[in-house]
């Protein structure tokens, strides 16, 4: 088992509408238009991660648990990791239901997205200095 953890924080327009991905970027805005994004100011992208832990990603035989922790709220989603990741992008983590895979993609046929979250999360990630962690692990 291998474990990252990134830090984020909220954002007023975070929305968590999208039936398919959960985002989280390092950028420091969000519009409307991006409702799977559940958090800004991430401390890491996918190219930031534990190297270790991005090894394990590239398997498709590994399970990825990503723990969504927002004050004493916590949310979990499961998925697989792939061997076609390049986890290159600078920028964002993107987590999908779908097989689809580009350079911000953290794991693949995750059981919950941005939808999923439960509404007293994505109410609390409303607020700017509401911090986030974001515990992936990989089996």
């Known amino acids: ?5 990134v830090t984020f924080y909220g954002h007023p327009n975070v929305q968590s ?3 398919k ?6 950028d420091d805005h969000l519009t409307l238009s ?3 994004i559940i958090g800004v100011r991430a401390s890491k992208a ?6 270790t832990l991005s090894r394990r990603l590239k398997s498709n035989d590994s399970v990825v648990t990503i723990q969504i922790m927002v004050g004493s709220e916590s949310f979990v989603i499961t998925g697989k990791g792939d061997e076609r990741f390049t986890l290159q992008n600078p920028h964002d983590i993107v987590i999908r239901k779908t097989s689809f895979v580009c350079p ?5 046929r995750c059981d919950r997205a941005s939808s999923d979250v439960p509404r007293k999360m994505v109410k609390m990630l409303q ?6 962690i ?3 692990t990989v089996e």
């Open 1 to 5: 088992m291998v474990q990252d953890e």
């Open 17 to 19: 509408l999208h039936g």
């Open 21 to 26: 991905t959960v985002e989280i970027t390092k």
């Open 34 to 36: 991006g409702d799977c």
């Open 46 to 51: 996918c190219a930031n991660l534990d190297e």
């Open 104 to 108: 911000r993609t953290m794991s693949v």
């Open 127 to 132: 607020d700017k200095d509401a911090k986030g």
């Open 134 to 136: 974001f515990r992936i």
